[in-house]
Nanobody
Framework: QVQLVESGGGLVQAGGSLRLTCTAS????????MGWFRQAPGKEREFVAS????????NYPDSVKGRFTISRDNNRNSVYLEMNRLTPEDTAVYYC???????????????????WGQGTQVTVSS
């Protein structure tokens, strides 16, 4: 069992930056691939970033590539999402998720994640 808690959301002006943190409970955090997703009102949950267990491989959709960076610190049981050059289109609730144990592919698909945080709101004003 893994419990995830996100923090770091808030209100920021367009062009600004935010850093989200997700802290996990559980002794086996380092064995999980981790991901960030977001969901805006009236829209489906959207993949934002993923990182494999050893932090060696990351993946992003084109919508955030070059602006967002995912990282993890297995010693701190934490995964981070650094978001730069934010736009109003980035406004959403951001969720941290832990992938099903042993799964290292299909990390852009929400159904491949077994554990989810409660989400943190990110609002970007124009």
């Amino acid at each position: 069992q893994v419990q995830l808690v996100e923090s770091g959301g808030g209100l920021v002006q367009a062009g600004g930056s935010l850093r989200l943190t997700c802290t996990a409970s559980g002794r086996t955090f380092s064995s999980y691939a981790m991901g960030w997703f977001r969901q805006a009102p009236g829209k489906e949950r959207e993949f934002v970033a993923s990182v494999r267990w050893n932090a060696g491989v990351t993946n992003y959709p084109d919508s955030v590539k070059g602006r967002f960076t995912i990282s993890r610190d297995n010693n701190r049981n934490s995964v981070y999402l650094e978001m730069n050059r934010l736009t109003p289109e980035d406004t959403a609730v951001y969720y941290c998720a832990a992938c099903r144990p042993g799964l290292e592919y299909g990390l852009d698909t929400p159904s491949n994640y077994a554990y989810w945080g409660q989400g943190t709101q990110v609002t970007v004003s124009s």
